[in-house]
């Protein structure tokens, strides 16, 4: 039985959230990975959204990050500056989730701009709450397909920063959280080393390094022991499919 | 005495040209029925300010009300792009838009501090990114007691904020549940204050639970009774959010013709808000179901 | 899992000889079943943190627990004097008690800073007044924007917290309505949160209405279910203040044999709360009437 | 038919309340002049107190600031960083009562220690909110009895500013509100000179000159025309004594 990339996607995030953790969630696959792990190995994950809604239990598949269903049945809702000051300045964010345009060699990700700030040939929505994720979550998960264009060797903007900002490493800047410690893509997984750069770590089945080297636009180094990423299981792909995303609004390709 | 107006009258006599006008509301009661009637009443050279521009400001810089931009996030949540604005931003674009942008979080504490009447409101935040050295207002200060460096934004007191709610009393005692964003901080902020309200109550519906009550009516100035008035946002308890509507706008907003035609026939070419709900063939397919709570006792 | 546990091993794990404390709740909802089973436990060299120290610390203060006292007003409300703190304080009392004293609003802003964990608070206070000269702890920070000097406070961050509450979960998702003080801010202010509750409720009922959440289960360590623990404070909906009491409380603490004689009777001579109950004679002359708001709806 | 000072006192302070106003109310005579106005001439006043209960119409006299009457059928129940923020830093509270044990020539108020700080020799409540109350609410009243000890020259401590602090004004510190514009005795009302200092400015019925000097601790200055004022009306007795204190807990004396 065949999946999609994006389902893969799904799952590969999924695995990444232990029972109990708290994450702020994002729409789409992040939002599916959640719930597929609050599904079957995480009944106790908590979902938070920026738009207030902590331990949210959508009935539906929530279209928005303020959808209604997030607050229904939800454990508690806060005004937003709560959200930022008591819950992710505050250091209760386990995981926080990111995805962008363009993503560094480092880490880092640009949701503001492609071009020049001024005079953009692609203006991006901008930070949300990116910017403040990046720098407070204990850990961020990055979900994104790659390419070339947006895998670039330096991002236009840094919106949210990575492991080193123009040289400098995050802990010399004074940034409570650990950053991106995966980054998830349609192919493979790519992880920090030591310094901070983002290297080869695992590849989906059936996909060579090189088909992975091929969608991004620095030299990709490679862990020495490249890791092999299992396929969806029987139950994944039916929870996915049959229950948390039925219209596959964001399962498609 | 009563503060209860028609939205015509309140956005004529409270928003004037050159505004700062903060129109709140997290993607949760977004008050489309008040940027209809700014549209219709053209008002000009407005500062608009929200932390998500979302579907109504880009209706609103298409229809030439907008001088400048002040936000955090500008798409279509989970259907796309704002294309009015992007149109006024890019580099093959008309423009100009003047834009100041922030994070979330920034936005949340300018109106922390607009609320508070502080000048500044502080954060751990910006470090390693970009923002400040495209938005000179992001800076820091120094902690008196550990003497590390903090982010610090400037407080945003609007000229007017619009808030949409699902009740008021005449006196504009407004309550919210559901998501809260930042209204209660936005109204606090603000100089004028413009409630409008999915119901009308009675002063004992507040007063019989007063943990509801977001905002106080002493700093309300005019309360509008305007069911629907967020659609196609949402207002919880009320009617759901019209996700078609929103993925819809992308075909509409990347024709600036569509947009045109948009704005004359569901703007420009109905007087208020009943007529756009009519021309709209009528929202009840988007009414709430019934999921109400427990009451809680307040004797002693 | 659940974290519900009895008040003596709640405190037993949670507070230790040395931390600083608080137990908040302005007037409304102050956890003296906690605060006795500390004085029961004999805790020692605490600081005690409060806005208002009300009866349950000058008790604590009486039983030797406090080493410290971090507060902004120190009286019994419309009864008279903490004596117990006087003579702790005063010229020719036994003391000593070390003093860090603020105003309310000073309190509010240590606590709403460590609830944000940053390291100050700013705010335009303390001009002309004689605290920053007794309290070196209260500073100034000039502000970024328009170089004016505001005042600010040291962040507080206790090492626990305990809340009295309506209701909450087991895993301690906690509602709260009527005064809410600044319950909220020291519970996420905290690094250890113990929540008491009159009533242990099903998840449901907090899922049925979250806005009426005010501490998120995932900041708290333990549940204790202790009806009339609030006692002779009040809780909304539950149970009247013990005015008499409070103005009983003059005569005692003034006299410290009574005051001996009290904590022996009331709280080393019973085991737990319900024996205070009974040693009170019971308290249902104090159970609140009813006054049942209306339920909104959360349905979409 | 007579009455007491206190309700006197209570009367004179509900005159300086407008309908309408908002007032940061304490508990004992501010509380029943603030009720006194609210059942006579301001019924649209909006009592709030640090507590947070705004809008109160409590059915009983309330023995504390924080008492359950306060909240039951109140307009609006909010925290009190939003009572300290969003209501008095904000400007939006138009009276605030003030008293204390020593209230000087310059209306600065003392409610922390008699003595030195350190070795006081009688250590009072201190401040509560009543710091931020003088430097924000737009106008003070303050409601004490005349005592020398209680009047002094100058306070032990200034818990609560005046209108001129060793030595400087108000203004020059930069405090928003206006200060102490009233100072509502058993025997007189005091009103603050162009310099900031109280003078005596009206008296009540069969109240001589003298009889406040004597209870005060500095050379006190009239007035060239001082002003008579008029005793409680036959219904604000009643309302004092049958309606809003019965037991008369704060009307005694």
Known sequence: MTYSPAELMACVAARELRDGEVVFVGIGLPNLACNLARATHAPGLVLIYESGAVGAVPERLPVSIGDPSLVTGSLMVCGMADVFQSFLQNGRIEVGFLGGAQIDRWGNINTTVVGTYDRPTVRLPGSGGAAEIAVHARRTLVVSRLSRRGFPEAVDFITSPGHRMRGRPRRELGMPGAGPVKVVTDKAILEPDESGELVLSALYPGVEPDDVRAGVGWRLRSRDNLAAVAPPSERDRHLLRDGLDPQRLFLKA | ?300
Chains 1, 4 share one sequence.
């Open chain 2, 1 to 300: 005495m009563s503060k209860v107006t028609s939205m015509t009258s309140a956005i004529a006599s409270h928003v004037r040209d050159g505004d700062t006008l903060v129109i709140e509301g997290f993607t949760h009661l977004i008050c489309f029925a008040a940027g209809h009637e700014i549209i219709r009443q053209r008002k000009r050279d407005l500062t608009l300010c929200r932390l998500t521009p979302d579907l109504i400001y880009d209706q609103m810089i298409a229809a030439g009300c907008a001088k400048k931009l002040v936000f955090s996030w500008a798409g279509n949540p989970g259907a796309g792009s704002l294309h009015a604005f992007r149109r006024a931003v890019e580099q093959d674009g008309g423009g100009p838009l003047e834009l100041e942008e922030y994070s979330h979080f920034g936005m949340v504490g300018r109106l922390s501090a607009g609320a508070a009447r502080l000048p500044f409101w502080t954060m751990r935040n910006y470090m390693g990114t970009d923002l400040p050295a495209v938005n000179p207002l992001i800076r820091s200060v120094i902690c008196p007691y550990t003497g590390e460096a903090l982010a610090t934004v400037p407080a945003l007191n609007p000229d007017v904020t619009i808030v949409h709610a699902q009740r008021a009393d005449a006196d504009g005692n407004t309550q919210i549940w559901g998501l809260l964003g930042v209204q209660k901080e936005a109204a606090f902020a603000s100089r004028r204050v413009i409630v409008v309200v999915e119901e009308l109550v009675d002063q004992s519906v507040i007063r019989a639970d007063p943990n509801r009550t977001i905002i106080p009516g002493m700093i309300v100035d005019a309360v509008v009774v305007e069911p629907w008035g967020a659609h196609p946002s949402f207002a919880q308890g009320y009617y759901d959010r019209d996700n078609a509507f929103y993925v819809g706008w992308e075909a509409i907003s990347r024709d600036p013709a569509a947009l045109e035609r948009y704005l004359d026939e569901f703007v420009h070419g109905v007087g208020d808000r009943a007529g756009y709900v009519r021309k709209c063939g009528g929202l009840e397919r988007l009414r709430a179901s019934s999921r109400v709570c427990a009451g809680v006792n307040y004797g002693y």
